[in-house]
Nanobody, 122 residues
């Protein structure tokens, strides 16, 4: 599975962005998908995950209620809708694919995209 993240950019605090992650490969629909982020000087942090079917999701505490993960298996794409953005959301966002239920740890993911930069100005 190859992953290509897109949709990052510069947005003001309080604004919204939607990230997309397009996957290649016929097995996309069998994988759980997740988003992680890494801010400058910080460790990579779990953001959200969705089960292969889209029925189950899980979010990191810092984004609950503001971010929504979803997927369209017909389009081999997973999305991250980000609302009420804060300057502390500034980071490179990575999508990943893994075989688990709704994996929350980096080692549970087998495939990673290249990352897309999100910058939130105050």
């Amino acid at each position: 599975v190859q992953l290509q993240a897109s949709g990052g950019g510069l947005v003001q605090a309080g604004g919204s962005l939607r990230l997309s992650c397009a996957a290649s490969g016929r097995t996309f629909s069998s994988y759980a998908m997740g988003w992680f982020r890494q801010a400058p000087g910080k460790e990579r942090e779990f953001v959200a995950a969705v089960r292969w079917s889209g029925e189950s999701t899980y979010y990191g505490d810092s984004v609950k209620g503001r971010f929504t993960i979803s997927r369209d298996n017909a389009k081999n794409t997973v999305y991250l809708q980000m609302n009420s953005l804060k300057p502390e959301d500034t980071a490179v966002y990575y999508c990943a694919a893994g075989p688990g239920f709704v994996p929350r740890r980096q080692y549970e993911y087998e495939y990673w995209g290249q990352g897309t930069l999100v910058t939130v100005s105050s």
